[in-house]
């Protein structure tokens, strides 16, 4: 057999993969990561920033399209201020140590949740990252970051309201449209696939509204553990599912 042949064999025997669109990660278990190695919680987070620097080189590299990573939820505040203040710094540090590589890479940044109670610098540090990378044309990474898919959806009902209450719109007139266009991700493609490591195999506040059509795939690994062939696996279990989309047949 030629080496051409052998090559052609092994691509063959592999699964094929589907590249979503959209993809979004809900990135747990930092904290088991830790412990299982008798480390600091805080560590976890620290290698949980070095798979998620790796995970939007993937999302490059396959040509994944919007990339949202969940990287504060409204409900993580009930954790102790110490763990807190620690996430928010390691947000800080990515922005300004990764602000450069991400321009270069043509890495657009949006950054959704409320802004509503962040300190002035650092949502400074937020619209400038965006402002900075808005005429990106590669890879759209949303980091949602305080945020709460509730939270989000009684936001866009003030909006909605507020325009109501003005006579500037017909309470007829709202459309799933109109809901859209008030959420944080107005003009983002819904996500096609939603990956949650370390087990857990909830929605934990996620893109409620937006999630509603996404497929969910699960794994073991803790965030930090998360790596090229994790992604893999996934795009192989993702190219399997039958969507039909209340259907009767799979889209395509
Ligand atoms: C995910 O890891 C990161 C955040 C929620 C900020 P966790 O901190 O939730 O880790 P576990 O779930 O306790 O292991
Ligand atoms: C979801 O993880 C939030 C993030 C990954 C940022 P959590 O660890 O907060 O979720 P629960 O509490 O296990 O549902
Ligand atoms: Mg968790």
Redesign the pocket.
């Known amino acids: 057999m030629s080496i051409d042949s052998v090559i052609t064999a092994d691509l063959a025997q592999r699964p094929r993969l589907r590249i979503p669109a959209h993809l979004g990660v809900?990135?747990?278990g930092n904290g088991r990561w830790a412990k299982a190695r008798n480390k600091r919680r805080t560590e976890g987070h620290i290698e949980g920033v070095k798979a998620l620097r790796n995970l939007v080189e993937l999302c490059i590299n396959y040509g994944v399209g919007h990339l949202t990573v969940?990287?504060?939820?409204s409900?993580?505040w009930t954790r102790p201020r110490d763990e807190i203040a620690f996430i928010f710094n390691l947000l800080r540090r990515f922005v300004i140590s990764d602000l450069q590589r991400l321009i270069s890479n043509n890495v657009q940044v949006r950054i959704i949740g409320t802004r509503d109670g962040l300190e002035p610098s650092l949502v400074r540090l937020i619209d400038d990252v965006e402002a900075k990378t808005a005429a990106n044309t590669g890879l759209v990474l949303v980091v949602?970051f305080n945020y709460g898919g509730k939270a989000e959806i009684a936001e866009a009902t003030r909006k909605i309201a507020r325009e109501v209450a003005a006579g500037r719109l017909s309470p007829d007139a709202i459309t799933e449209d109109t809901i859209e266009a008030a959420l944080y991700t107005a003009g983002l493609p819904d996500p096609d696939l939603i990956i949650r490591t370390s087990g857990?195999q909830?929605i934990?506040n996620?893109l409620l509204w937006q999630a509603a059509y996404s497929e969910f795939v699960f794994v073991d690994e803790n965030w930090p553990d998360f790596d090229e062939n994790s992604f893999v696996r996934v795009l192989e279990a993702f190219a399997l599912r039958d969507r039909r989309f209340g259907g009767i047949e799979a889209s395509s």
């Open positions: 809900i990135m747990d969940f990287s504060f939820s409900e993580n949602a857990e909830r934990s996620f």
